[in-house]
């Protein structure tokens, strides 16, 4: 099995932007794709980026995701920070049977 | 919209079976485009994948290695749900526990969760 490894914490001012990232550990990051979770405390995750960069209905335009071979991981970038954004969020992949999740970034809006 | 909705005990004796259920609405178990996950989280282990059950013409499971040996999840599609239970329990395997739908087939991506439910391991 391979890991995910993401940052403890990041931080930033509202208004600007912050990337996460997430680490693959052995395997090709492009093989299969990479999801990425908001959590507020006290509640159940939600799907923020699903494949790579897909945002469901509802996410705003101010996230979005990459992948990027050359360093084997994954990003999450949000936009014009607002302090709802601060929140716990986690990458998750997978390989064979096998579901994956990084161990979570918080974020906290300055 | 899928909804589901967990029950169970909120306190396990060591060495126990912890038991939970995760009912559906909005979907069947019976989906041939979703799969029926457990995850749990813990401040030492973050989240973490326990396992599914799906159907695909007939029932299939797939278990994390960590504790394959102690992990059952059965569907109960006399109730459109499905179950979790997780033998020989000990105080590391006190998490706050989430099903979740892959709504997508399975090795996709966790659409829908339930509330979560904290379970304690003590005695």
Redesign the interface.
């Given at each position: 099995?391979f890991m995910l490894t993401q940052p403890h914490s990041v931080s930033e001012s509202q208004g600007k932007t912050v990337t996460i990232s997430c680490t693959r550990s052995s395997g090709n990051i492009a093989s299969?794709?990479v999801?990425w979770?908001q959590q507020r405390p006290g509640s159940?995750?939600?799907?923020v980026i699903?494949?790579n960069n897909q945002r469901?209905s509802g996410v705003p335009d101010r996230f979005s995701g990459s992948i990027d071979s050359s360093s084997n991981s994954a990003s999450l970038t949000i936009s014009g920070l607002k302090t709802e954004d601060e929140a716990d969020y986690?990458c998750?992949s997978?390989d064979n049977?096998?579901?994956?999740?990084?161990?979570?970034t918080k974020l906290t809006v300055l | 919209q899928v909804q589901l909705q967990q029950s169970g005990p909120g306190l396990v004796k060591p060495s126990q079976t912890l038991s939970l259920t995760c009912a559906i609405s909005g979907d069947s178990v019976f989906s041939n485009s979703a799969a029926w996950?457990w995850i749990r989280q813990s401040p030492s282990r973050?989240?973490?994948?326990l396992g599914r059950t799906y159907y695909r013409s007939k029932w299939y499971n797939?278990y994390?290695?960590s504790v394959k040996s102690r992990i059952t999840i059965n569907p109960d599609t006399s109730k459109n749900q499905f179950s979790l239970q997780l033998n020989s329990v000990t105080p590391e395997d006190t998490a706050v526990y989430?099903c979740a739908r892959e709504g997508n087939g399975?090795?996709?991506?966790?659409?829908s969760?339930?509330?979560?439910t904290l379970v304690t391991v003590s005695s």
């Open positions: 099995n299969n794709y999801q979770y159940s995750p939600t799907t699903y494949e469901p986690y998750q997978y049977s096998n579901q994956v999740f990084g161990g979570g | 996950n973050g989240l973490e994948w797939d994390a290695v989430y399975y090795n996709s991506w966790f659409d969760w339930g509330q979560g």
